[in-house]
């Protein structure tokens, strides 16, 4: 009994701590800042500060396989050269992609 008594709350913590690490997954950006920045590479024309060019196909394309947690790791990381943040935001919607706002 009282090994039952010892056991029960160590496995009761441990699966709400893997329910709360799958619940974690989604949301976190699983590639580096600099490597986030590389796959977006192709949408450096649509991001320059008073762009007239809309994202290209390969542009959308990347921001899809990169995920909403990586570009808000992106916009809200330390500034990037040449890149505007407010039109970097605005990509998904550009490139018709259901993403959830980043919030600064």
Known sequence: MRLI???L????VMLVLTGLVDQGEGT??????????????????AVVP????????TCCNALKALGQPCLCVLVNGPSISGVDRTMAMQLPEKCTINFEPCTL
């Open 5 to 7: 008594t010892m056991t």
């Open 9 to 12: 709350p160590v496995l009761v």
């Open 28 to 45: 976190m950006c699983a590639s580096t800042f600099f490597s986030s920045i590389v796959q977006l590479i192709p949408c450096r024309a």
């Open 50 to 57: 008073f762009s007239p060019i809309p994202p290209s196909e």
